[in-house]
């Protein structure tokens, strides 16, 4: 961004979406914390007991599973606009990948713009669309049902014996989450390519996202 350009506000993230954002990303860290300790409970004694660990696992779980289908409901029959939001079209598929592959892998560090205009019918750029399309359509239910199965073993035993197993259930539930810990990783640091490093995070906590004039964002 050049010392002569002019920044202008878009409200680009409305309050319900905030709150959800904040409430499933304090979730998500506790769900890493506490499944640390209860993975590996002779190097991490975090919550005290290994009971206490697996209460605050099941109850972060709930939680996060509940904030799963109030963010569905509300792009999909509030906001109506889940598909456009999250799915990749063509020009996506055909040039937005490239493109911003190349933005974020070197043109950023030479100061160019971002080739994807947010706006709130547009809010994520192609990587991003593609990213959350299998963050929140495949790793999160599958890190939810099967989180739900370990937690009613007994009732669900015979699903649990269909699909392989505790052992391969339980394997399973820890690498999926372990690609949600390293996705958490890349998030906050993608997070920092703003015109500042803290300017999206300033968004996603008042709404209101900075752009140049023009409509492109930093």
């Excluded at 904030?67 to 509300?74: A, G, K, Q, R, V």
């Excluded at 989450?177 to 996603?204: D, E, K, W």
């Amino acid at each position: 961004m050049s010392p002569d350009t002019t920044m202008e506000k878009i409200y680009l993230t409305p309050t319900p979406v905030r709150i959800w954002h904040w409430l499933n990303a304090l979730g998500i860290v506790t769900l890493c914390v506490t499944g640390l300790q209860i993975r590996f409970p002779e190097y991490a004694n975090i919550f005290g007991t290994y009971k206490a660990a697996i209460k605050l696992h099941d109850v972060a779980g709930v939680t996060v599973s509940i904030s799963f289908l109030i963010w569905f409901f509300y792009y999909l029959f509030v906001a109506r606009n889940l598909v456009k939001l999250y799915v990749p079209n063509l020009d996506d598929i055909r040039q937005g990948l490239f493109k911003q592959a190349f933005f974020y892998f070197f043109a950023y560090f030479l100061g160019r713009q971002n080739p994807h205009t947010a706006t709130q019918e547009s809010k994520f750029n192609a990587i991003q669309k593609l990213s959350y399309l299998f963050i929140m359509f495949l790793f999160l239910p599958l890190v939810i049902v099967s989180g739900l199965l370990l937690m009613n073993i007994e009732p669900l035993r015979g699903w649990i014996v269909m699909i392989g197993g505790i052992a391969f259930l339980a394997d399973a539930h820890y690498l999926i989450a372990c690609s949600f810990f390293a996705f958490l990783c890349v998030h906050i640091y993608m997070a920092t390519l703003g015109h500042t490093p803290f300017s999206h995070f300033r968004q996603m906590w008042t709404g209101w996202e900075e752009v140049e004039s023009g409509g492109r964002s930093k």
